[in-house]
């Protein structure tokens, strides 16, 4: 199973880009990379989700390096309302498989 | 819209009793998870299942059994709840992957508000 590590928490200010670097070294051929956003009292939602080079949808930019050993989430512009826990998720969605979290990010966003 | 629930947002339990959590999807989803969420621990997958009657181990599963009896409905049981249950339990269900595969999956699950339970 590929195991991710991410950052404990980050820091940001309204207005900025925020990018989420989530390592996993030993991502397996047929996995693909998830990311979910969790609000206190809530269960993590999806955002995005990628196999290699670059994906973009109306919330956040996802970039996949050629080894796809990492993956970094870019929120771009954040705000208030974007403080959470951000969970990077790697799994076999082809089949049989396990989908487990990391820890998450605490990302804490101020004006 | 996608709508899992689950059936206790907040319970408290003794220890040694049988505890019973529910979730139901209306999605048809084939796959359907448990987690439980504890600070600085992140989502641990306790049980996971992908058809009905049909069950798998997740990484925390000692404690644990579950129930699928029919599609919609996922049940996670704790035969002897232990204070080290104290928990949020998260359950999530998912479509099959478009390989078709049975325990594949999209990669997007869809989750519950959470049932916070606290054993005494």
């Known amino acids: 199973l590929a195991k991710t590590t991410q950052p404990i928490s980050m820091d940001s200010y309204e207005g900025q880009e925020v990018n989420i670097t989530c390592s996993h070294n030993n991502i397996a051929t047929n996995d693909y990379i998830t990311w979910y956003q969790q609000f206190p009292s809530q269960g993590p939602r999806f955002i995005i989700q990628g196999y290699k080079t670059k994906v973009t949808n109306e919330v956040a930019s996802l970039f996949i390096p050629a080894d796809r050993k990492s993956s970094t989430l870019s929120l771009p512009r954040v705000s208030l309302s974007d403080t959470a826990v951000y969970y990077c998720?790697?799994?076999?969605?082809?089949?049989?498989?396990?989908?487990?979290f990391g820890t998450g990010t605490q990302l804490k966003v101020e004006l | 819209d996608v709508k899992v629930t689950q059936s206790s947002r907040y319970l408290v339990k003794r220890t040694g009793e049988k505890v019973f959590l529910e979730c139901v999807q209306d999605?048809?989803?084939?796959?359907m998870f448990w987690y439980r969420q504890d600070p600085g621990l992140g989502l641990r997958l306790i049980y996971f299942s992908y058809d009905v009657k049909m069950k798998e181990k997740g990484d925390i599963p000692e404690g644990y059994s579950v129930s699928r009896e029919k599609k919609e409905r996922f049940s996670l049981i704790l035969e002897s709840a232990s204070t080290n249950q104290t928990s949020m339990y998260l359950c999530?269900?998912?479509?099959?992957?478009?390989?078709?595969?049975?325990?594949?999956?999209?990669?997007?699950?869809?989750f519950g508000e959470g049932s916070r339970l606290t054993v005494l």
């Open positions: 999530a269900s998912s479509p099959l992957g478009t390989s078709g595969r049975a325990g594949g999956n999209t990669g997007e699950l869809f």
């Open positions: 999605m048809d989803h084939e796959n």
């Open positions: 998720l790697v799994g076999l969605t082809g089949g049989g498989n396990k989908l487990t």
